[in-house]
């Protein structure tokens, strides 16, 4: 767990573009079956808060770095390294999403361009995900080389995609849907929760047993778990934003737990931590 908190750039970053690309899925599928412009100029001035979300994202991703005047050497192994390929999809979907919005936004969008522009958008957003992924799977770690990683970093897309585009867009159009995918995804975690608590008993280096990275592990999982579980109780019963944004608000603590394990799990096979 103390090993989590040292990698806090990290944890945001993850988590804060996993959600902004999600809740950006969600304004493409409303704006897609909007015709009202009136409509729409109200979901441009809203579509600015995930965009915010994601610019933050970035920031604290750049806190990582060792030397931040250096962060563009990110992008020196572009094709080669899984790091620069998520730097490059990630730059890539925010300028993408970025002009759209600004386009948007000053009326100048065609129709037409515009629904195949959020086209591009949701693709670039999904190829920045599968970069972001990617970059885990490292043979040298085994408690991060699994399908669970995969599982834990898409459903925090779907549970904050869910949550946040729910809270800014369910006065605009019926999103029910959301909330059934909230459910299914907070199903999955309690899945993934269970099958890896009892993975990483079977997991250990020559000098490190992977549960003792995390003794915490089973509490701070029943305190996300429980998150998600309120969450889900306010965005199916609650009818005002406040219970809304407490939901969203939820789930954003919950996903940054479950990153702060994530981290606190890297293993490197045959060395100490």
């Not at 970025?98 to 958008?121: D, H, Q, S």
Request: proline share 2%; with cysteine; glycine share 8%.
């Amino acid at each position: 767990m103390n090993a989590g908190l040292h990698e806090l750039p990290l944890v945001f970053f993850t988590v804060l573009a996993q959600i902004s690309v999600g809740t950006l899925w969600v304004f493409a599928y409303v704006l897609s079956h909007k015709e009202s412009e009136t409509h729409k100029n109200y979901l441009y001035k809203l579509m600015f808060l995930p965009l915010v979300l994601l610019g933050i994202g970035f920031i604290a991703s750049i806190l990582h770095l060792g030397s931040p005047m250096r962060a563009f050497n990110s992008l020196n192994r572009v094709g080669e390294s899984m790091l620069s390929n998520e730097i490059a999809s990630g730059a890539l979907f925010f300028i993408v999403a970025g002009l759209y919005w600004l386009i948007a936004i000053i009326g100048k969008m065609p129709t037409a361009l515009g629904r195949l522009w959020l086209v591009v958008m949701v693709l670039c957003g999904a190829l920045f995900m599968y970069m972001m992924n990617n970059v885990y799977h490292i043979d040298t770690v085994p408690t991060w080389n699994s399908a669970i990683t995969s599982w834990q970093f898409y459903l925090t897309v779907v549970l904050g995609g869910c949550a946040l585009g729910y809270a800014l867009l369910h006065q605009v159009q019926s999103l029910c849907l959301l909330r059934w995918l909230f459910g299914l995804a907070l199903v999955a975690s309690v899945a993934v929760v269970i099958y890896q608590s009892f993975s990483l008993a079977a997991i250990h280096s020559s000098v490190q047993q992977a549960v003792a990275l995390v003794p915490d592990y089973v509490w701070v999982s029943i305190i996300r778990l429980f998150c998600l579980v309120l969450a889900n109780i306010l965005l199916c019963k609650s009818n005002n934003q406040a219970g809304l944004f407490l939901a969203v608000v939820l789930v954003f603590g919950s996903e940054i737990l479950g990153r702060i394990l994530f981290y606190g799990l890297h293993m490197t096979v045959g060395m100490a931590v």
